[in-house]
């Protein structure tokens, strides 16, 4: 049987559920200015190999919450497997949600370790349709109150969903988009990050800015798809453009190194 699924990204060496990552990495001397270019994820450590790695590193409605992303459905690990080892690391979490049925229990799971985890915790779903998203988005609603029933103050990263074709003009974020989430979020008291897509930022910056400008709560956390045809300009492009204390940068190799390095951030081999 397989059970409803979350996967998550781990944050290096990161601090209290909902205490400012960037402050709180100052605090702790492990970067040098409040800039979430700095800042190191390891992605979808799911299964118990990926796990230990990122640990070493500087849709069914039933059964118990596992740690898989899509178009994986099954996995070697649970989360409260997961959980038991991250409580012994100094990582920080993202748990990112696929399936509404898998919220409650994994908050409740969540709960019973909250003492033990010293880490920020964000809480991740795509609760709107996005440029060309075709997924099945989370109920806002039921996933925002469910959340924070069990953790009023955790940070959420809310999103919509997307797509990319490489053979025809993207459309980026809408004003309609970024107008509806924000009408979503202003009522809440926690901090917000906002995952958007590379390849759609570029042509979406007033919209994006106008967001960020809403509420000093807010901030972006920029990924990036792997078949995505995007530029290291492209992301030079947004760090010229936003405050660097409000965008964190998710990507992947080797995009990740070659802006690290253009942007005169030490890059570990």
Same mark, same amino acid.
């Given at each position: 049987?397989? +059970?409803?699924?979350? *996967? ?9 559920w909902s205490e400012n990552i960037l402050e709180y990495f100052l605090r702790n001397?492990? $970067? ?36 898989? *992303? ?12 997961? @959980? ?31 003492h033990y985890l010293k880490c920020p915790v964000w809480i991740n779903a795509d609760? @709107? ?10 109920? +806002?609603?039921?996933?925002? &109150? ?6 009023? &103050?955790v940070t959420f990263s809310l999103g919509w969903t997307t797509g990319w074709h ?17 009408? $979503? ?42 078949? &995505? ?11 010229? *453009? ?19 390095? +253009? $942007? ?6």
């Open positions: 049987m397989v +059970a409803s699924t979350c *996967h998550f990204s781990c944050m290096e060496d990161v601090g209290s001397n492990q $970067i040098t200015t409040e800039d979430g270019a700095e800042i190191v994820w390891y992605h979808a450590a799911n299964h118990k190999a990926q796990m230990d790695e990122a640990l070493r590193s500087n849709e069914s409605e039933h059964g118990p919450p596992i740690m898989a *992303h899509p178009p994986e459905t099954s996995s070697d690990n649970t989360l409260q497997e997961w @959980l038991a080892e991250v409580m012994k690391s100094n990582k920080g979490i993202k748990l990112d949600f696929k399936s509404l049925a898998a919220v409650e229990p994994s908050m409740m799971l969540l709960e019973k370790v909250k609760i @709107l349709p996005g440029p060309n998203g075709t997924s099945k988005v989370v109920d +806002a609603k039921p996933f925002i &109150d469910t959340v924070t029933s069990f953790f009023p &103050d490489p053979e025809k003009v993207n459309e980026g974020y809408s004003w309609a988009m970024v107008k509806e989430m924000d009408y $979503i979020c202003s009522g809440l008291s926690q901090p917000v990050t906002f995952p958007v897509r590379a390849a759609l930022v570029r042509q979406s910056c007033s919209q994006l800015l106008w967001l960020l400008e809403q509420s000093n709560r807010y901030s972006l956390t920029i990924w990036t798809g792997k078949t &995505d045809n995007y530029s290291i300009e492209d992301l030079l492009y947004i760090r010229e *453009h936003f405050n660097k204390n409000q965008v964190f940068y998710d990507i992947l190799e080797p995009q990740n190194q070659e802006f690290k390095q +253009a $942007i005169g951030i030490k890059v570990n081999f």
